[in-house]
């Protein structure tokens, strides 16, 4: 089985700034099989990037995916107050598919 | 607009089986994998498994001597069976759909609202 492990586990941030969330697996992922979810409260999870770096439909451009092999990043410029949500990223190289344990975004 | 909503008991006996249905309306089932993930309270996403609307499945190895996924075309639906059920199974329940596809691989674009269960006495 895949462990992703996301860091840090918390981060808070004022609105305009930049975000930089991080995954880290503990193989490496075929043809980058990594995507990042969106769970704000009270809600399932939305699909943000696929592919380590494709925006999946209607995602804004302030959300950037990047990152090979084991290591990926997950960019937010210009935060907004509305992105406030746990980040997880999971991937989908192999059975069973597993997240990270999730980063929780505060907006100061 | 493809919506997904989970129906079943919120409550369940330790040692008893969990069953879940997740009805799809505004499309149809065939054609897709559909999935089950749970999350437990404070805790990770765990991908429970998918089936193919043809019946195929694969299971989360950690699960899948308890786990049973199935599906009815007919009724637009698909449903989970969780067998002898402890406290650690305690979890929102999603469902949904895999069909945001690309290089061969399918990942969830619809989730149902999510719905707790709760293993107690």
């Known amino acids: 089985e895949i462990v992703l492990t996301q860091s840090p586990g918390t981060l808070s941030l004022s609105p305009g700034e930049r975000g930089t969330l991080s995954c880290r697996a503990s193989?490496?992922?075929?043809?980058?099989?990594l995507a990042w979810y969106q769970q704000k409260p009270g809600q399932a999870p939305r699909l943000l990037i696929y592919g380590a770096s494709s925006r999946a439909t209607g995602i804004p451009d302030r959300f950037s995916g990047s990152g090979s092999g084991t290591d990926f990043t997950l960019t937010i410029s210009r935060l907004e107050p509305e992105d406030l949500a746990v980040y997880y990223c999971q991937q989908y190289v192999t059975s069973p598919r597993t997240f990270g344990q999730g980063t929780k975004l505060e907006i100061k | 607009q493809v919506q997904l909503q989970e129906s079943g008991p919120g409550l369940v006996k330790p040692s008893e089986t969990l069953s879940l249905t997740c009805s799809v309306s505004?499309?149809?089932?065939?054609?897709?994998?559909w999935t089950w993930i749970r999350q437990p309270p404070g805790k990770r996403l765990e991908w429970i498994g998918f089936i193919y609307y043809t019946g195929s499945t694969d299971y989360n190895p950690s699960l899948k001597s308890r786990v049973t996924i199935s599906v009815d075309t007919s009724k637009n639906q698909f449903s989970l069976k969780l067998s002898s059920v402890t406290a650690a199974d305690t979890a929102v329940y999603y469902c949904?759909?895999?069909?945001?596809?690309?290089?061969?691989?399918?990942?969830?674009?619809?989730w149902g609202q999510g719905t707790l269960v709760t293993v107690s006495s």
């Open positions: 949904a759909r895999l069909g945001f596809c690309s290089n061969g691989a399918c990942l969830a674009d619809y």
């Open positions: 505004g499309g149809s089932i065939s054609g897709y994998f």
């Open positions: 193989q490496s992922l075929n043809n980058n099989f």
